[in-house]
């Protein structure tokens, strides 16, 4: 008996009972992680490489022929596909010429040639995977609850309606009117340029999914009349001042000429 509670108490077992709680929790991890942080794993061998040529063609001379990154550029590897197809989608990438940050502008490539350079980065490394249509689909959104999550995490920058607005060292939030629901949803995703990442921690999908639809909803116009460029008190206050007070003085001078 007493060589029995000897080996149930033994010195090391407070260590194995630690690796294998560590082993658990690894293995709860891997099943349960958000498939985002994946890499793509549609693509085929043929996108890839064709993703490659493109890349070497008009990404390398700054990121570096691996992709590695260089001191004009960041690195690529671990992006994933979302960041890629965020940036070359809106114009953005490959860049037209140094500045505060990539301004939007046509696209210079078209959509096969934008997944190839996708499923070459992505395969480099793990990284957010381009979100399906009916994780984007605001109309299965919450705009109320979107509407919250928006004025708490974004309207800081982009304001409250998402008419966007300046930052610091002449950079810009872009207004979100025209941004099409994928772009959204990678861009709370990826996090470009000025922007934090909302990772599905901070904000989680269905979440993410209401922010769209309360972004669509404010493309119908504003239910309380002119929006006055949807700037906040700036642009009302400025109207309070100039038409208000000069329909003050101007109704000063009549009662004043009418006395005479």
């Given at each position: 008996?007493?060589?029995?509670?000897?080996?149930?108490?033994?010195?090391?077992?407070?260590?194995?009972?630690?690796?294998?709680?560590?082993?658990?929790?690894?293995?709860?991890?891997?099943?349960?992680?958000?498939?985002?942080?994946?890499?793509?794993?549609?693509?085929?061998?043929?996108?890839?490489?064709?993703?490659?040529?493109?890349f070497?063609?008009?990404?390398?001379?700054?990121?570096?022929?691996?992709?590695?990154?260089?001191?004009e550029?960041?690195?690529?590897?671990?992006?994933?596909?979302?960041?890629?197809?965020?940036?070359?989608?809106?114009?953005?990438?490959?860049?037209?010429?140094?500045?505060?940050?990539?301004?939007?502008?046509?696209?210079?490539?078209?959509?096969?040639?934008?997944?190839?350079?996708?499923?070459?980065?992505?395969?480099?490394?793990?990284?957010?995977?381009?979100?399906?249509?009916?994780?984007?689909?605001?109309?299965?959104?919450?705009?109320?609850?979107?509407?919250?999550?928006f004025?708490t995490?974004?309207?800081?920058?982009?304001?409250?309606?998402?008419?966007?607005?300046?930052?610091?060292?002449?950079?810009?939030?872009?207004?979100?009117?025209?941004?099409?629901?994928?772009?959204?949803?990678?861009?709370?995703?990826?996090?470009?340029?000025?922007?934090?990442?909302?990772?599905?921690?901070?904000?989680?999908?269905?979440?993410?999914?209401?922010?769209?639809?309360?972004?669509?909803?404010q493309?119908?116009?504003?239910?309380?009349?002119?929006s006055?460029?949807?700037?906040?008190?700036?642009?009302?206050?400025?109207?309070?001042?100039?038409?208000?007070?000069?329909?003050?003085?101007?109704?000063?001078?009549?009662?004043?000429?009418?006395?005479?």
């Amino acid at each position: 008996m007493k060589a029995l509670a000897a080996r149930r108490h033994h010195r090391a077992a407070p260590v194995v009972l630690m690796l294998l709680a560590l082993l658990l929790t690894g293995g709860v991890y891997a099943v349960l992680a958000p498939s985002s942080a994946t890499a793509d794993t549609a693509s085929t061998a043929n996108d890839v490489e064709e993703g490659e040529r493109l890349f070497q063609a008009n990404c390398a001379t700054c990121h570096g022929p691996n992709a590695e990154g260089t001191s004009e550029a960041p690195s690529l590897v671990g992006v994933g596909a979302a960041s890629v197809d965020f940036q070359v989608s809106t114009g953005r990438m490959p860049m037209q010429m140094n500045g505060p940050q990539a301004a939007a502008k046509p696209r210079q490539m078209d959509e096969e040639q934008t997944a190839q350079l996708a499923a070459y980065v992505a395969s480099l490394g793990a990284g957010p995977a381009i979100p399906t249509d009916e994780q984007v689909d605001g109309a299965e959104g919450d705009p109320s609850n979107g509407a919250l999550l928006f004025r708490t995490n974004c309207a800081m920058c982009h304001n409250a309606v998402g008419a966007g607005g300046a930052l610091s060292e002449g950079k810009w939030a872009p207004p979100l009117y025209e941004v099409s629901e994928r772009n959204i949803y990678q861009a709370m995703l990826t996090g470009p340029q000025s922007m934090p990442v909302f990772n599905d921690a901070n904000i989680t999908p269905d979440e993410k999914r209401d922010i769209i639809a309360y972004l669509i909803e404010q493309r119908d116009g504003s239910a309380g009349g002119l929006s006055l460029g949807s700037l906040g008190p700036v642009s009302e206050g400025v109207w309070a001042w100039v038409v208000g007070l000069g329909l003050m003085i101007g109704a000063a001078v009549w009662i004043g000429a009418k006395s005479s």
